[in-house]
């Protein structure tokens, strides 16, 4: 068994490592620190480095989702009086 499949975009095996690694209990933001530092040591644009890229850049769309979400899900439990 090989770590790629290089019949799947990268993107979509790095959701799906990024679910996996979710459903055991990582943090996103721990991944995300993770594939960053993975990401510095790979020789830039070698297959290594693309694939903690499209980790790093899927990462960093979750986490900025959440946190628009949960801005939203606070704003929404105030009144407007109390805006």
């Known amino acids: ?7 799947l975009p990268l993107v979509i095996q790095a959701r799906g490592l990024i ?7 990582a943090s996103r933001q721990d991944l995300l620190n993770e594939q960053r530092f993975l990401r ?7 297959l290594m480095w693309m694939f903690h890229n499209s980790m790093v850049r899927e ?7 959440l946190s628009t979400y949960d801005s939203r ?3 929404a439990g105030v009144s407007d009086e109390e805006n």
């Open 73 to 75: 899900e606070d704003r």
């Open 19 to 25: 679910t996996h690694r979710l459903e055991i209990g």
């Open 59 to 65: 990462l960093e769309v979750q986490l900025r989702a």
């Open 40 to 46: 510095a040591g790979s020789p830039v644009n070698s």
């Open 1 to 7: 068994d090989t770590d790629w499949n290089r019949n």
